[in-house]
């Protein structure tokens, strides 16, 4: 498996085999994709039961769908999801990787908890960032900030990702 470099990437999306949207030729970095916030916002509701994590679990059951115009305020030791802008398709033999920004690490914010992986074959697929403040200041998070990054990696062989979450749209 390798990442795939400016070039590399340019050359896919130009072919149609990788597709972003929105997308500004700007965004692609040397080894990198800049991706954005949205302006949806999942926030969890005070707890009132226990949240049993199990193969069926639903975050939707504990969380409430916001959506936000100048920005949202992100507390200490707060967690949220957000999402990106960007739709983003991918082909059967490439797979991303989420990264969060080290300016925006450097605060405290972390962009992704733990789900960064992209799995090769999704399809328009908004990618939903499980974001927390692990800093001691509340932090402004804006809609339309180049909140993280994707990194390419050539997979060997081919898959298609056909989960619940393929073209997913909201966090």
Known sequence: MAVLTRSEILRHIEAGTIVIDPFDPAQVGPASIDLHLDRQFRVFRPAQEIFHVTDDADYRDVTSLIEVDDYFLLLPGQAIHGVTQERITLPPDICGWIQGRSR???IGLMVHVTANFMQPGITRAKQVLEMNNA???????HPGTAICQIILEECV????????FQEQELP
Do not use: C, D, E, S
């Not at 800093?135 to 998070?141: F, K, S």
């Open 104 to 106: 925006f690490a450097r």
């Open 135 to 141: 800093g001691p200041v509340p932090l402004a998070i």
């Open 157 to 164: 062989g081919q898959a298609t990702y056909g989960g619940r």
